[in-house]
């Protein structure tokens, strides 16, 4: 056989051709894919649930500032004590 005649075959996969078993992954990667976009939800829906408890843990602390402001004053006028320099004194 010639050279050129083998180079031929071998480009044609005629020559030495050996009995290979293919192994099929793409079980094995749309399990991956599967997997990561079930990460990639979780991690979403993580960044969502976060986003949102701080966002009602700042509307508690600005309802809670807005509920006690002033109580101190409340509470001394209801108690009968005048506002004056006396009860500014006492407040601090």
């Known amino acids: 056989m010639s050279l050129c005649r ?3 075959m071998q480009s044609r996969g005629l020559l030495f051709r050996t009995r290979r078993r293919t192994f099929s992954t793409t079980g094995a990667t749309d399990q991956e894919q599967v997997r ?3 990460i990639v939800r979780e991690i ?9 408890e701080m966002i009602e843990d700042v509307e508690k602390v600005k309802r ?3 509920e006690d ?5 409340r509470l001394l006028t ?3 004590m ?3 320099v006396f009860r500014d004194k006492d407040v601090m």
């Not at 402001?69 to 004053?73: E, I, K, P």
């Open 6 to 8: 083998a180079v031929v």
């Open 36 to 38: 990561r976009t079930n």
């Open 44 to 52: 979403d829906e993580l960044k969502a649930k976060v986003k949102r």
């Open 64 to 66: 809670v500032e807005n």
């Open 69 to 73: 402001r002033n109580v101190l004053s």
């Open 78 to 80: 209801s108690c009968g």
């Open 82 to 84: 005048p506002r004056g």
